[in-house]
């Protein structure tokens, strides 16, 4: 009996990583979080755009992410910025680490959401962006758009 596919529910994009970055690679991981961090996560609040995730020995840690305190909590709240720990295959880790020791690369988080009833992480293998290749996806946006445009006007005149 195969299973149903799991919903797939967004609480937090980077949209300034796409940009910013040349992603080379994805990786969808768990995060190990505490009682209150998925309650507040679960509420709809959280944040990754100052996050990035980094290598503490031969683990992976997402550091910046910022899920705010649970308003219900008590005093066993968590701290909204501390470092969480991200679930992932071991040999997934071990060829990230040997990316990211080359020149230029970093993990930069791209979404957060709910796989059915767990929180996942999806991240990437990224190096950042020159400031010419920055203006070039904004050239190439603004076309796109303006021939969409055209195409909308010539529609709508016929």
């Known amino acids: 009996m195969a299973k149903a ?7 937090a994009q980077n949209r300034r990583a796409r940009f910013e970055f040349e992603i080379l690679d994805e ?6 979080l505490r009682g209150t961090e ?15 995730a ?3 020995g031969d683990e992976l840690f997402l550091l910046g992410a910022h899920i705010p305190v649970y308003s219900h909590g008590n005093v066993h709240n ?9 679930l992932a295959h071991r040999r997934e880790l071990d060829k990230w680490s040997k990316a990211v020791r080359e020149k230029g690369v970093t993990i930069v988080p791209l979404e957060l959401y ?4 767990r929180i996942k992480l999806r991240v990437a293998l990224a190096r950042g962006k020159k400031l010419y290749d920055k203006r070039e996806a904004t ?3 603004e076309d796109k758009r303006s021939m969409q445009r055209a195409l909308a006007r010539r529609r709508r005149d016929d």
């Open 5 to 11: 596919p799991q919903a797939r529910r967004s609480i």
């Open 27 to 32: 990786l969808e991981c768990g995060l190990e």
């Open 38 to 52: 998925v309650k507040s996560l679960r509420a709809g609040h959280g944040s990754l755009g100052e996050a990035f």
């Open 54 to 56: 980094h290598f503490r």
């Open 78 to 86: 968590h701290e909204p910025t501390r470092p969480r720990k991200l």
């Open 114 to 117: 709910f796989q059915g009833s």
């Open 139 to 141: 050239r190439e946006r």
